[in-house]
């Protein structure tokens, strides 16, 4: 076996799992909001939308499959977090957003004059119908869909770049922006890599397995050299795509899809843009496809409920919540994803270092599932009172409230796991 280029083919397939519409609308947009604080922001940006989603394929040479993954601080609980994982990047946000892109920068580019609502629901309908067409008959067009436009997307983006990086676009404002590195980490949690990247795991080492790859060692140099290279080029789009949003800053703030077609249309000119709208919306169907059947699968294992007639019903809820835009999804999913985030990256850390006190697992999850829990209501519902009290602590205002926390219940965890197993040792001697 030829490990490099294994490892080069291990990277592009991961980079194309990871690259999809959400990962070409959120860079400019941040760009745009934060104007000449861009570069700050995308480092945060990149820990959470290109760091953490790789550590999060990683874990999985230790970890091996999905079941397991929190699996240390109970069955109940890994399957409950299991299961919101697939929500979330399944019906609830992760695909009525592909049917959302598909109609704002595939659709309405081409039809403006038409009325949205009508367009929106025909849209959609056509979408989700198509996709539930595919994941039944498990057609293999998506396979080809990805191979072709991955390659055209990525060479009009590289030509986006190159003109808007080259050309008289603008320069960023000043927009007085604080906080600037959390709002840009917490922007990362837009693109959901980190959250798939857990499913993406599984995918990647049963593919390592199947080829006869089984040790640990071997697994993490595939996975640490194909992850290298899935980052450049996934650190290279968004750094490209934030700057030329902060280039165009001056203009105010845009819909979400909008900031990426406002850099095609001022770079491409309008049969670019138009171009570009159709080439994502078609990638977005790749996407849905993937998801629909990965999520139906999952709750075909937990319901008697079958495998296809969990797709038409996640079809179905997709179509709905998609007519609703991008914008309302992106509000919508802002308070689970900051629940979610903080608990993902926990596991993932602890899994990546081989952490197998159980007292440790619970008390760095649970710690900070309350603390993030508490914050998010307190902002949802603008209840002052814990707010305030969340406030005092440190790093709380910079939108780290869990970090400290978790910590010391880590802490306390390492120091009373020892003495915990010597108790019940003792226990049981005496019996």
């Not at 040479?61 to 919101?84: H, M, P, Q, W």
């Not at 994502?280 to 790749?286: F, Q, R």
Request: one cysteine or more; glycine letters at 10%.
């Amino acid at each position: 076996m030829n490990k490099k280029k294994e490892v080069l083919v291990l990277g592009f397939a991961l980079f194309a799992m990871f690259f999809g519409a959400g990962n070409l609308i959120f860079p400019p947009t941040v760009g745009i909001e934060m104007g000449k604080d861009w570069f700050l922001a995308g480092i945060g940006f990149l820990l959470t939308g290109v760091g953490l989603p790789l550590l999060g394929v990683l874990a999985f040479t230790k970890v091996g499959k999905l079941e397991d993954f929190s699996i240390k601080i109970s069955s109940r609980f890994n399957t409950l977090y299991c299961t919101a994982l697939i929500f979330v990047i399944g019906p609830l946000f992760a695909i009525p957003r592909t049917g959302a892109t598909t109609f704002e920068m595939g659709v309405l580019p081409s039809f403006p004059n038409v009325n949205h609502l009508t367009l929106s629901i025909i849209t959609a309908v056509l979408f989700f119908g198509l996709t539930l067409v595919l994941v039944i008959k498990e057609s293999k067009i998506t396979d080809i869909i990805g191979k072709f436009l991955t390659p055209i997307i990525l060479i009009i983006l590289a030509t986006i770049s190159i003109l808007g990086i080259t050309g008289d676009i603008g320069t960023p404002v000043d927009k007085s922006i604080t906080s600037v590195f959390s709002k840009g980490f917490v922007s990362g949690y837009q693109t959901m890599d980190a959250l798939a990247s857990v499913i993406f795991g599984v995918i990647i080492v049963k593919g390592l397995e199947g080829k006869g790859i089984t040790d640990e060692r071997e697994q993490r140099f595939f996975l640490s050299g194909s992850g290298l290279i899935a980052a450049i080029g996934l650190g290279l789009i968004y750094f490209s795509l934030m700057f030329l949003g902060a280039r165009v800053s001056g203009v105010g703030s845009l819909p979400t899809t909008s900031a990426a077609l406002y850099l095609a249309d001022i770079t491409l000119g309008s049969a670019g843009k138009i171009a570009f709208g159709i080439c994502v919306a078609t990638a977005c169907l790749t996407t849905s496809v993937g998801l629909v059947a990965i999520s139906s699968d999952w709750f075909s294992r937990f319901t008697p409920i079958p495998y296809k007639v969990w797709a038409v019903i996640i079809c179905i809820f997709s179509s709905v919540i998609a007519v609703n835009g991008v914008d309302f999804i992106v509000k919508l999913s802002v308070p689970v994803l900051c629940i979610l985030y903080p608990v993902t990256i926990i596991l993932i850390l602890l899994n990546i270092f081989g952490i197998n006190h159980v007292l440790v697992y619970r008390l760095a999850t649970y710690t900070t599932l309350v603390v993030i829990s508490l914050e998010v209501v307190a902002n949802t519902f603008k209840i002052t009172g814990i707010s305030k009290a969340l406030s005092y602590i440190p790093l709380a205002e910079q939108g780290f409230v869990w970090i400290l926390p978790c910590v010391i219940s880590m802490i306390i965890g390492f120091i009373a796991a020892p003495i915990r197993k010597s108790a019940k040792i003792k226990a049981k001697a005496e019996k």
